[in-house]
């Protein structure tokens, strides 16, 4: 059985950083599009990082680029969040998902939340000034 499991969200200040950690388990498949996601209360969930596992691409949106990243332990089956330089609009629930993709490259930033079939519970991340 999948099983994506998040971890790390809190409250933290303004400024601050945090680190979501996202433990995957069951997949059989080892070519997975990883993604985190973020959702505010009645709006659309918003894909903020990728990356593939064999090939390690990365992609970000533009409202975390150039301060957070996305990583993977392959040997803990986890893929990590670092966010920096937190703001209040960082505040929402953070989810994990993931999808199998044998795309070259991965094409892990071209599919949107309803293509990725596997979700994490969320986790609630609160940045206050």
């Known amino acids: 059985r999948v099983q994506l499991v998040e971890s790390g969200g809190g409250a933290v200040q303004v400024g601050g950083s945090l680190r979501l950690s996202c433990e995957a388990s069951?997949?059989?498949?080892?070519?997975?599009?990883m993604a985190w996601f973020r959702q505010l209360p009645g709006k659309e969930r918003e894909r903020i990082a990728t990356i593939y596992t064999v090939t390690s691409d990365q992609w970000y949106a533009e409202s975390v680029k150039g301060r957070s990243t996305i990583s993977q332990d392959n040997g803990k089956n986890t893929v990590y969040l670092r966010l920096n330089e937190l703001v209040p609009e960082d505040t929402a629930t953070y989810y994990c998902a993931a999808r199998i993709s044998t795309m070259d490259g991965g094409w892990c930033d071209r599919f949107d939340s309803s293509q990725y079939f596997f979700w994490g519970q969320g986790t609630q991340v609160t940045v206050s000034s």
């Open positions: 069951g997949f059989t498949a080892s070519s997975l599009c």
